[in-house]
């Protein structure tokens, strides 16, 4: 089964499929999900048994099932009812799943950094300039996803509402995550940019973004392309004169008191 979490018809009724690639996804057992969820042990069971459930827990589920990371906040508050075993186990696999996007591998690198002591349209701005200056500086993309344009104004506005929506949490995320240089590159666009509150960066980010130009993806959706951004960000190279991560610095340092 095709799991797509952003095509979700939530007024239609959970099926018992999607309920058993929940349970396999997650690798959780049946009572144990239950009990996470704070219904009577056989709930669960009851459902994949042809049980319907309620308008109000197929919604949960299917948050569960298409919002990893709905699921891993719920895990996290309400680990005390799982045994140590089936919490590692559900927590390592909803971890793989979260960070299969390496987009959210960068976000969560960045929260993890600042220990979930940053909020996420602070995090949305450091993974935005993390994949300008990969552009730039390495001719390649830290992640796939291109910037989009939304009336919310930020780069990228699904991850911002599942953070928004389940809160900022660090994960536990292995050195293979991400390579040594990603890190690095991700460590000065930290240390260089968070010198600025979120407001300053936010008429940084806007300045930037009404210099360039608008495209359309294969949905229609409004973007700012990845070329486009690099084009963008080679020209702040050259006229900053920055030429590794060390010096990623005198870009803000020098622009943001220009816009104050």
Known sequence: MNVNRYDVNYNEIISTDEIELILARYNIGKKPLAKLL???????????????????YSHKLKSILY???FYYAILINRKEVLTKVAYRKSKKAVIGIILSSKLNAVAYYIVNKANADISPIYVQYLIYYTQAFSLALYDREMFEEDMQININQVPYLKLYNHMRKVGVYTLDISDN???????????????????YGPKALQKLVYSERI????????NNDKII???TLKAYFNEVLR?????????????PDI???KLR
């Open 239 to 251: 006229k900053y004169d920055i030429n590794e991560i060390s010096e990623i610095w005198k870009y």
């Open 211 to 218: 210099m360039m130009k608008i495209s359309r993806d294969r």
């Open 38 to 56: 704070g219904w009577g042990e056989t709930t669960i069971i009851r459902y994949l048994e042809g049980d319907i459930p309620t308008l109000e």
């Open 177 to 195: 995550m991400l390579s040594a240089e990603d890190r690095l590159l991700i460590d000065a666009i930290y240390d260089s940019f968070t010198w």
């Open 225 to 227: 392309s990845k070329v």
């Open 255 to 257: 622009r943001i008191p």
């Open 67 to 69: 919002e990893p990371e």
